[in-house]
Every structure is written in structure tokens, then in C-alpha cells.
């Protein structure tokens, strides 16, 4: 169930919430919503906000459950893949809705100063050779300095349609999270007798 904004908690009654929005700061997440609610990354406290946290900072953590404290602090910079780091990003130079290049699409090579998108006559371009790996839906509106997308210097198209390697250690972490917590089972064995 995607609910950014939490409408159909009190109708489905979860037993897990997993706030994955990604935000890196507090908002209206809180423990009460379910017997076990999760947060991803920077910004959520157990006890404040959730029950759990998973650490999402690359490195010896990454998809850590954490019952106590917090993730660590958001870096505000990309991991670094083959050298690329803040340059992998693609950002939004103002407000409104990006226009993909005609050709362009999530899985293009792409060449140093390609144009992949434009945004009210500005034209995003490639800073180095690589895949696309995301852009965001031209229905979304955006705000200046919005992350909108992000080139791949790997240069591996398939890339494009798996799952990462942080993903897959965040999903691992939300799994043993919802497997180890008392509060599910006790949740699913009473919903079981009922």
C-alpha cells in the first residue's frame, strides 16, 4: 500500500508501516500508527518517531535495524561510484516540470554535455559519459534544487531495472525487522484467534 500521507492508516489498521519516504527529517511519522513502524535513513528517532530505524548511509551499517537512537546524519552527498559522487545527481534548476529529451529515457547512454532533460528553457545535460538511471515523471512538479534524476558512470544498462545493492540491504533490514519484533507476532498471533 503506497499512502504518502498516512489517509488510509485508521481504515486498514496495518500492523506494519514502513515510512520510506526518504525525506532525511522528522515529519509526521509517530510509533502509534501500527504495532511496528519502520524508518528509513536520517531524520527518525526510535521511541520519537518509529519503533525501528534502518540505517540507509552507505558503508559497514548500511540496512543495520536499529531498536535505539537514530540513523546517521544525512551527508547531503551521494555515495561516490567510480569517482562520481554529487555529480551523479540531477537537480531541478527551478520550479515547475521537467520535458525528457525526445530519445531520452531511463536505460540511455549517454555522452559528456547529452542533453537528457529541460526545465523552462533550461536544458539539464550529462556531466560525464554514463546511464540514465532515474528521472523523475514529467507530471511531477518540481522545486529548484529537487533531486530529479541521476546518471550511472558503471555505464551497465541492466542496472537500470534491478535492485541495487542498497536497496537490497534497506529491504533486507526492514525484513528482519518486521521477522525479529515481538510486536508482529504478537499482532499476527492474535489476529489468527480472531
Known amino acids: 500500500m503506497i499512502d ?9 489498521q496495518p500492523t506494519v508501516v514502513v515510512d520510506a519516504r526518504m525525506v532525511k527529517r ?8 501500527a504495532p511496528l513502524v519502520i524508518g528509513l535513513g536520517p531524520g527518525f ?4 518517531d ?5 540505517e540507509t548511509q552507505r558503508g559497514h551499517t548500511l540496512g543495520r535495524v536499529l531498536w535505539s537512537g537514530s540513523a546517521l546524519p544525512n551527508t547531503g552527498t551521494p555515495g561516490r561510484v567510480e ?13 515547475g516540470h521537467i520535458l525528457p529529451t525526445h530519445g531520452v529515457e531511463i536505460g ?8 537528457i532533460a529541460t526545465l ?13 538511471r532515474g528521472l523523475i515523471h514529467p507530471a511531477v512538479e518540481v522545486r529548484a534544487g529537487m533531486k530529479i534524476g541521476d546518471v550511472d558512470p558503471r555505464g551497465e544498462v541492466q542496472n537500470c531495472f534491478t535492485i541495487s545493492d542498497k536497496a537490497l540491504a534497506i529491504g533486507g533490514g526492514v525484513l528482519e ?3 525479529s519484533a515481538p510486536s508482529v507476532r504478537h499482532a499476527m498471533l492474535s489476529h489468527n484467534r480472531g
Request: charged share 20%; aromatic share 6%; net charge negative.
Open 83 to 95: 569517482g562520481f559522487g554529487a555529480e551523479r545527481v540531477l537537480r531541478a534548476p527551478g520550479e
Open 50 to 54: 518509529c519503533h525501528a530505524v534502518i
Open 4 to 12: 504518502p500521507t498516512g489517509d488510509l492508516l485508521p481504515i486498514w
Open 108 to 115: 540511455s547512454r549517454l555522452q559528456l554535455d547529452d542533453p
Open 177 to 179: 525487522a518486521v521477522l
Open 45 to 48: 528517532e526510535v521511541g520519537r
Open 26 to 33: 522528522a515529519q509526521d511519522t509517530h510509533p502509534e500508527a
Open 120 to 132: 523552462n528553457g533550461y536544458t539539464i545535460r550529462a556531466a560525464f559519459p554514463g546511464v540514465l
